[in-house]
């Protein structure tokens, strides 16, 4: 991720005032409203759709107190002083219905164990870190003590985006899904 990117990506994070269960909807409408640029545009930012202009990094660096080169070149998740740690257990429990306690329940931890690791910033252990990777299908490339996943729009993990895209199936209406499983069966199959 680019510089720029990932610091509208830290602005959009920011606007949630560490809220996970906020929906991304409205933290980039605080986001628009807070810049004064079009929600649309915003979005299509942060999904490399579309480039903002000076007069839109302008208005964002103006509206979070940074100045222009440091929305460009700076590094902003240095400048917040994020624990990456703390930020991803907390966004990765926050995908899942009742989260901490259902992975402690799981995992055969103590739920004031995985409490701590969210509420009071503990690193958990080695083998714990490994079973919170492997409960999310986290690859073992994406270190949750170095790695910005919290960022991120899509869901982190292989098993968030399957349970992602049954939640989608499970919603879509029943002939909505009778027009796609042809392609379903064939893609899974």
């Given amino acids: 991720m680019d510089k720029l990117l990932q610091n509208l990506h830290v602005l959009l994070w920011a606007c949630k005032e560490r809220d996970y269960n906020m929906s991304r909807e409205k933290a980039l409408d605080i986001f ?3 810049a004064g640029v079009p929600q649309e545009r915003i979005t299509t930012f942060l999904l490399k759709k579309d480039v903002p202009s000076n007069k839109e990094i302008t208005q964002i660096a103006s509206a979070f107190y940074f100045e222009v080169a440091e929305i460009y070149h700076g590094d902003l998740l240095d400048n917040y002083g994020i624990n ?30 995985v409490n701590n690791w969210v509420k009071r910033g503990q690193m958990p252990e080695k083998s714990n870190l ?60």
């Fill in 84 to 113: 990456f740690l703390r930020e991803n257990i907390s966004y990765l429990f926050s995908l899942i219905p009742r989260g901490k306690a259902e992975f402690a329940r799981r995992a055969k931890i103590d739920p004031t164990t």
């Fill in 32 to 34: 628009s409203r807070r």
């Fill in 130 to 189: 490994k079973k919170i990777s492997e409960y999310f299908g986290l690859s073992e490339e994406e270190d949750l003590t170095q790695a910005p996943l919290f960022l991120e729009l899509k869901p982190a993990g292989a098993g968030q985006r399957k349970r992602e895209c049954q939640m989608l199936i499970d919603e879509m209406p029943t002939d909505e899904f009778a027009k796609l499983y042809p392609a379903l069966k064939k893609l899974l199959s």
